[in-house]
């Protein structure tokens, strides 16, 4: 899962697990047989006999999958995320559950460390399947919840997709867990292979701005829309002659700077996108990919993931009502607090750059509403997604009102 928004830095939770010292999970991967399917069913999620068991979905500031589960019987609200190949506990929740006395463990982010815990045989529900984890990491998420501006009590890694068929339906903000196999494909669908990393990440193979398909990690858990090695940008000249700027990447180890800039067309199984933010990684730590597909990319498209059969199924959903490719223009990389936003990175050649902005600054109202815990829960963090040439009033602490005009920057 990373944290992260053209101008906006988040904990990156890639970062604060790196590879969590190759633990993942293993799939086949084959050819799906496409069933047919009657026309009337086109546009419709086909399982079959069974009936998809709809839970609620919250898609929270645009690019984050929040979904209700319980651990151990206790509910939690918990951060979707394939992109993990083991669930994480917060230690807060795991010392109230009596978990948080497991093996000690270390691992590495983008030139950083971090110390877990290992535990085992831990019971998770979502919706109404019931999965026994063989083990589970308990790792200190409050950074990511004080980047995120609410508490995350968990992350649901791929091990939670093991043995389970899992339909995201962006449109409508719901997901239905179901038995792996249960879905027969159709007509209207896209079988797309995933493969496994050496790290066994997930990932699938996907053409770029018009080059040869290269393998892109696919994680639902990543708020970036597109994630590239900055050798393979560089490489492939996909920056040159375009509009770039930078972005701030947070991690265990402080925050990195990366690039920015829009890519034109992302093709995968003949399914397109265009447009997207994208983000330049000269730290790149996967060796059997390039790259990484985020959520706001994913969410183009109506999607089924059975990671047990080997395959992730899309198609263009009925409804126009998909995900936002979010693109800041404002050029100011925050990092949220119950109280206040705090600039941590100043965009080059931004709005907020020209304006003569400054690192360490604390946002506290927006156009008059104040910034508190409520902030990522409406639409107040949406601000900065606004339309070019938009004005907005923002609050400083010690009563100084500014002006921030939007504008794109890149």
């Known amino acids: 899962m990373l944290f992260a928004q053209p ?26 047989g496409l069933a047919t399917i009657a026309p009337h069913l086109v546009g419709q999620w086909n399982f079959g006999p ?4 709809w839970q609620p979905l919250e898609v929270a500031t645009g690019d ?52 877990v815990r290992l535990i085992h045989d831990v019971e998770v529900q979502l919706g109404h399947r019931t999965r026994r984890l063989q083990f589970a990491v308990v790792a200190d998420l409050g950074a990511l919840s004080a980047a995120f501006g609410r508490r995350i009590n968990m992350l649901l890694g791929a091990d939670m997709f093991v043995g389970n068929c899992m339909a995201l339906d962006f449109g409508n903000r719901q997901f239905a867990l179901m038995p792996t196999g249960s879905f027969p494909g159709g007509a209207d669908w896209t079988p797309v292979a995933l493969g496994h990393g050496a790290k066994q990440e997930l990932y699938v193979s996907a053409a770029i701005a018009g080059s040869s398909a290269v393998p892109l990690m696919i994680d639902l858990g990543s708020s970036a829309a597109l994630m590239l090695s900055s050798a393979y940008v560089d490489a492939h000249g996909l920056a040159r002659g375009r509009a770039t700027s930078t972005a701030a990447l ?22 397109a996108a265009w447009n997207i933010p994208t983000l330049g990684n000269r730290n790149w730590l996967s060796t059997s990919t390039v790259g990484n597909i985020g959520l706001p990319l994913i969410g183009q498209f109506d999607a089924i993931f059975d990671v047990t059969a080997g395959f992730v199924w899309l198609r263009r959903p009925a409804s126009r009502n998909l995900l936002s490719m979010l693109k800041d ?27 003569g902005w400054s690192v360490g600054e604390h946002i506290v109202t927006v156009n008059g509403h104040p910034v508190d815990t409520d902030y990522t829960h409406g639409s107040l963090w949406n601000w900065r997604f606004g339309r070019s040439d938009s004005v ?3 609050g400083i602490e010690g009563g100084i009102m500014r002006e921030l005009r939007l504008s794109d920057y890149y």
Do not use: C, N, Q
């Open 250 to 271: 947070g991690g265990v180890e402080g925050v990195a700077t990366v690039d920015v800039f829009i890519t034109p067309k992302l093709e995968i199984g003949g399914l």
């Open 50 to 53: 069974l009936s998809p068991d």
């Open 329 to 355: 223009r404002s050029g100011l990389g925050l990092s949220a607090s119950e109280h206040a936003l705090t600039v941590v990175h100043i965009a080059i050649g931004s709005p907020a750059a020209k304006a």
């Open 64 to 115: 984050t999958l929040l979904v209700k589960a319980r651990v151990a019987g206790s509910p939690v609200e918990a951060v979707l995320d394939s992109g993990s190949g083991a669930s994480i506990i917060d230690v807060s929740l795991a010392r109230t559950l009596g978990m948080a006395d497991g093996e000690r463990r270390t691992i590495s982010g983008l030139g950083g460390k971090a110390a």
């Open 7 to 32: 101008g906006t830095p988040r904990v990156s939770r890639r970062s604060l697990i790196g590879r969590l010292l190759g633990f993942g999970v293993s799939a086949a991967v084959g050819t799906p």
């Open 392 to 394: 907005i009033k923002l």
